[in-house]
């Protein structure tokens, strides 16, 4: 199975698609990372930076899916673009894709979520408000069912959520204690 984490920057989906990965034994594949070492490599980050991290991450989660692995794709995936690469890596695995997307309700929780945020990701900056709010509104709506879990709740919370709509019982899953925010 592959599921594709998708929401905008510093809702918590990097949070839930850790803990899903924990649960499922299934690797988490961060496209942020990713580009985060392309742009560390010496070339300049740009769209074309973003869309090959996406590609890299698409080709190790082949791999994985190859493997008999189950895989969490964790990316902003507001684009169809992207979302295209990660059903292209089902579609050539035969791997089951789901979808699951992150929203934050609560805009204060939201904004301090970006404010406190240090991922280790240098070069790359830290998305602000107003990059949030560039995302809302380039953000191209799903096509296909999706999950949406609310990150106002906690992340154990969501990740029996999440579990139950992949279809996974929680006693088949390693580590059934939640974590908070």
Known sequence: ??????GAPGVGKSAIAD???????APVISVDLIEAAIVRSGIAKSFETGLAAYNVGAALAE????????VIADAANYLEVGRDIWRS???KTRATLEAIEVVCTDEAIHRRRLDERHRGLEPLV?????DVLRWRAEFEPWTQERLVLDSVR??????EHALSF???????????EGSGE
């Not at 830290?126 to 107003?130: F, L, N, S």
């Open 89 to 91: 890596a089902a579609t």
């Open 154 to 159: 906690p992340v154990g919370i969501n990740v």
């Open 1 to 6: 199975m592959l599921v594709i984490m998708s």
């Open 63 to 70: 791999s994985h899916l190859r493997l008999g692995l189950s």
């Open 19 to 25: 803990e899903l990965g924990r649960r499922l034994r």
């Open 126 to 130: 830290e998305p602000t408000w107003t």
């Open 166 to 176: 992949l279809g996974v019982r929680s006693h088949t899953v390693v580590g059934l």
